[in-house]
């Protein structure tokens, strides 16, 4: 085990951008954790006489970024923002793996009616396109982030589903699990003892890809405003209170929290990257 | 297996999930917190009111005979009526699509005609400065948030220089007659070339941010399949026997270069119709993306639940049509 931690580290050390990425992804979650106890002011606090002061370009010292139409400013905003959208994303990938990974074990480990009923399902969920099905969702559970959260992992739960039940296909027909069998071990402990150990690869690779992926979501919706309460700091919903005043010339309410969305998005796509490589040379090698 | 037994089989595994789709859709929509009689009527109402309006819209009846007149009316392109404007869905669906359509599909074809060039141009000119900006430029692409992006555009654009439009399909004044509800046809069909520069100049950067995600990707993809199609033993033959280098790289390496692009393409179609939502949000474009949210922040559900049903149900009809593209370009699918 740690051999091949170690093999794919060394895979993963020679792609330089990947190595960037993962430092960008570091700052990302040490500024979501510090970021409320550094933040210069509170990021709902409205104050009507300091609207749209632009930031350090026109020498303004107090509000870094600026502050936004309703006086807020947007550094402690975006500060603020950070720990949602990174909530959210990590969220997402729990909530995910653990549904994800049970159906997928379910469906392909006792397969027949219970494997072809699960199956259905999921080919009825993969029948819409992604955002709206998460948007649907959103509209229908209301307004708040742990909701927002849930809509979301919808849309990654039944690919992820997919390919644990792939795995588990190969995997139970291995003679460690027969061996088991026969020494009487009960479905429960091979499937957590033997079938589950042998399927974490693959998902924790479609994990690490899907965390950027899961921040543009939570984006959308807040963008959107379904799902997540506008008012609150989350980055999307930052874009959308600035988009009717780009016309005025107030460009910083929606290039801050826009760069934001892009940075964590680029820097976790680059190390999912990276590390899927890593662990894809590791598996051509054995 | 001929082509067409192929076609009845995909098409007959379609209809369960079509069934079940629409089963998704009308309970989602009925657990949306709030009353949809309240909506329509305000608070305060007379009781009696109430119940002829819930026996008028069939709220009474219990929840599988309200589904399955829902589903057979549905089919019938019957969705009910807007609360709203009072209007027909399917009328409020229909008079948008047009502009939905003509962004998404300018945007597939910027995505593919630009895509492949681009791809091409730097599998072709491997590792120098074109090839190194244009692998930038694709990674930089598919991680870029493209609400955003069309807000950087417009600001850009629209507000600093001044050289297109910030929002809309056509600027006022400006009338064209409806054949198919495209504007760049219908123009065209009118002999209105003035009006025809006014609706390209306001598609252009709509289409452009939608279509940057999938034209990344797309540069990635023919970038990587040429890289393997131009360093086969038939490539160096062709150039052996003196074939032009442009006719080596667009016929013979192309062609075989382009069953991983036309898959990739195939996939995209997902993402712009998800990525209209955002665009059309964002240029104010009157397409049913913007129905769809505005009829959500309003509680429409009757738009709300025909426009998620119709758009799965083109995604669906999309989907098949994409499959047997690829049955028909790569026949060893079909006998899978």
């Not at chain 1, 984006?219 to 379904?226: D, T, Y």
């Not at chain 2, 629409?22 to 305060?44: N, Q």
């Not at chain 2, 829902?70 to 699509?97: C, K, Y």
């Not at chain 2, 129905?291 to 429409?300: C, F, G, P, T």
């Amino acid at each position: 085990m740690f051999n091949e931690l170690n093999q794919i580290l060394r895979v993963f050390k020679r792609n330089k951008l990947a190595v960037v990425a993962f430092f960008i992804a570091v700052l990302l979650v040490i500024l979501a954790v510090i970021g409320p106890f550094i933040a210069p002011y509170d990021p709902v606090e409205i104050n009507l006489s300091a609207r749209f002061e632009p930031g350090f370009w026109g020498g303004n010292t107090e509000n870094l970024l600026g502050t936004d139409n309703l006086g807020r400013d947007i550094f402690s905003r975006i500060l603020h923002g950070t720990g949602i959208s990174l909530k959210v994303g990590y969220a997402v990938i729990a909530i995910t793996a653990v549904v994800g990974l049970f159906i997928g074990l379910v469906s392909g480990y006792f397969g027949g009616v219970v494997d072809i009923v699960i199956m259905r399902f999921i080919d009825i969920l993969l029948a819409f396109p992604p955002l709206l099905l998460a948007l649907v969702i959103a509209a229908t559970l209301g307004t708040g982030i742990e909701k927002a959260m849930l809509a979301i992992a919808i849309i990654y739960i039944p690919s992820l589903a997919r390919i644990v039940r792939g795995s588990v296909f190969t995997v139970k027909e291995m003679p460690y699990v027969e061996a088991s069998r026969a020494m009487g071990a009960g479905n429960t402990w091979i499937i957590i003892g033997h079938v589950l150990p042998n399927v974490l690869t693959p998902v924790i690779v479609y994990l690490t890809l899907l965390l950027g992926d899961a921040i543009l979501y939570t984006a959308a919706l807040g963008f959107l405003g379904v799902g997540i309460d506008p008012t609150t700091p989350e980055w999307g919903a930052m874009l959308s209170s600035g988009k009717d005043f780009l016309i005025l010339g107030k460009w910083w309410i929606t290039l801050f929290p826009g760069m934001m969305i892009f940075l964590a998005v680029l820097s976790f796509n680059l190390f999912g990257d990276g590390l899927r490589e890593a662990v894809d040379s590791k598996l051509r090698m054995n | 297996m001929a082509l067409y037994r192929y076609f009845l089989k995909r098409l007959a595994l379609t209809i369960p999930t079509l069934l079940g789709v629409s089963i998704i859709v009308f309970l989602l929509i009925h657990m949306i917190p709030g009353d949809p009689i309240d909506i329509m009527l305000g608070d305060r109402v007379t009781e009696a009111a109430r119940l002829a309006l819930e026996e008028r819209l069939g709220l009474n009846e219990p929840l599988h005979i309200q589904y399955w007149q829902w589903f057979t009316s549905a089919l019938h392109g019957d969705f009910g009526i807007s609360i709203r404007s009072n209007q027909p869905v399917m009328e409020e669906i229909l008079t948008r699509l047009p502009a939905t359509i003509e962004l998404t599909v300018v945007a597939l074809l910027i995505a593919v005609f630009f895509g492949i060039y681009f791809g091409v141009s730097a599998a072709r000119y491997r590792n120098t400065l074109i090839d190194q900006s244009l692998i930038g430029f694709s990674l930089l692409g598919v991680s870029i948030p493209i609400f955003w992006l069309g807000m950087m555009l417009i600001y850009l654009f629209a507000v600093m220089l001044g050289w297109l439009p910030v929002s809309g399909r056509l600027s006022m004044g400006v009338a064209i007659p409806t054949y198919t509800g495209l504007y760049l046809i219908d123009s065209l069909i009118a002999g209105q070339i003035g009006s025809f520069i006014d609706s390209v100049r306001h598609l252009l950067m709509p289409a452009v941010s939608l279509a940057t995600v999938s034209l990344a990707l797309v540069v990635r993809v023919t970038r990587s399949s040429m890289l393997d199609v131009l360093s086969e033993d038939y490539i160096r033959t062709a150039r052996a026997k003196g074939v032009q280098e442009r006719k080596v790289v667009y016929t013979h390496a192309l062609k075989n270069a382009m069953i991983p692009v036309a898959t990739v393409i195939g996939l995209q179609l997902a993402k712009l119709m998800g990525g209209a939502i955002l665009t059309e949000t964002v240029f104010s474009w009157p397409g049913i993306g913007r129905l769809l949210v505005s009829a959500i922040n309003v509680r429409d559900y009757p738009v709300v639940q025909g426009v998620v049903f119709f758009v799965a149900f083109a995604f669906i009809a999309i989907n098949i049509i994409v499959d047997l593209i690829y049955a028909y370009l790569d026949p060893r699918i079909r006998y899978e």
